[in-house]
Nanobody, 120 residues
Framework: QVQLVESGGGLVQPGGSLRLSCVAS????????MSWYRQAPGKERELVAT????????NYLDSVKGRFTISRDNAKNTVYLQMNSLKPEDTAVYYC?????????????WGQGTQVTVSS
């Protein structure tokens, strides 16, 4: 079955770094665009970063540009989110997403999320 398993979250002080990983299984990872979303308490889920199936054209939420980097390793079925210079406002549950669209058909998978807390 399809699985997306995130890891790497935790508690970090402001200015610190974390690296999130998301390991995929049950589908052809290399055919899917991959994204990281986050949802803070009381807020809507927002798109943080996305990368194409081939690993190009990364796009970022304005507030994380220059601090976060998305990357993927198709040989390992894994997508990463390197987060540097973390701020308290980055505190959220971070979710991994896999998306592929074939005409009107959308294949859309989500992980269970990993908590990131930025606090002193």
């Amino acid at each position: 079955q399809v699985q997306l398993v995130e890891s790497g979250g935790g508690l970090v002080q402001p200015g610190g770094s974390l690296r999130l990983s998301c390991v995929a299984s049950g589908f052809t990872f290399s055919l899917y665009a991959m994204s990281w979303y986050r949802q803070a308490p009381g807020k809507e889920r927002e798109l943080v970063a996305t990368i194409t199936s081939a690993g190009g054209s990364p796009n970022y939420l304005d507030s994380v540009k220059g601090r976060f980097t998305i990357s993927r390793d198709n040989a390992k079925n894994t997508v990463y989110l390197q987060m540097n210079s973390l701020k308290p406002e980055d505190t959220a549950v971070y979710y991994c997403n896999a998306l592929r669209t074939l005409g009107p058909i959308k294949f859309d998978y989500w992980g269970q999320g990993t908590q990131v807390t930025v606090s002193s």
